[in-house]
């Protein structure tokens, strides 16, 4: 059966130390996996996308087949990357998202 | 372009009502899903609609149901509301399925 994980709900960090939010997935084929973010009074948007292995706001994230994971890190976090942070994943042939239940993410001044 | 739009974005209902909640998809985009966001359950997928046509159904019950039209905006009806269908309802359209999903503001419903 589909399942995102994220093992942690809350996440504190302070502004330039480095944060990683964990993802894990399982899924028997080949998946793609994707980040959302919320920000307060915001739609949620998405982050990034694995196959396009780019970097956005700072942030990376590499999917790791070996060991079922998709984690996201920022070398340096900011105030303003304090946000709900949904790691998705989708089937090959639907369009469904798989959402785990999310990490809320503070960063202090 | 112009993003994904819900209306209403506040409902209140009784329970024992029903309700119908409208998306209207980025312009060009033919796909259309619904997700159901709730504290206890998190983000759960209702159901999906390209080119008008239901592709794949979440595990809620038949009271909820979904259309799509011909210019791919969407509709979703809940009948016979429950205290339980309280939710943000989530509206997420795409270029085409699969693909990259974006969403709307969602319709926050509370049933009294």
């Known amino acids: 059966a589909q399942r995102v994980t994220q093992p942690e709900k809350l996440l504190s960090v302070f502004k330039g130390a480095p944060v990683e939010l964990k993802c894990n997935y399982s899924y028997s084929g080949s998946p793609e996996l994707f980040w959302y973010v919320q920000y307060s009074r915001q739609r949620l948007q998405l982050l990034l996308r694995h196959i396009s292995r780019e970097s956005i706001k700072g942030f990376t994230a590499d999917l790791n087949k070996g060991e079922t994971s998709f984690h996201l890190k920022k070398p340096f976090a900011q105030e303003e990357d304090s946000a709900m942070y949904y790691c998705a994943l989708r089937g090959s042939t639907l369009g469904r998202l798989y959402f785990g239940r999310g990490t809320q993410l503070t960063v202090w001044p | 372009k112009a993003g994904v739009t819900q209306t209403p974005r506040y409902l209140i209902k009784t329970r024992g009502q029903q309700v119908t909640l409208s998306c209207s998809p980025i312009s060009g985009h033919r796909s259309v899903s619904w997700y159901q966001q709730t504290p206890g359950q998190g983000l759960q997928f209702l159901f999906e609609y390209f080119s008008e046509t239901q592709r794949n159904k979440g595990n809620f019950p038949g009271r909820f149901s979904g259309r799509q039209f011909s210019n791919s905006r969407s509709e979703m009806n809940v009948s016979t509301l429950e205290l339980g269908d309280s939710a943000l309802y989530l509206c997420?359209?795409?270029?085409?399925?699969?693909?990259?999903?974006?969403f709307g503001p969602g319709t926050r419903l509370t049933v009294l």
């Open positions: 997420a359209s795409s270029l085409a399925s699969p693909d990259t999903q974006y």
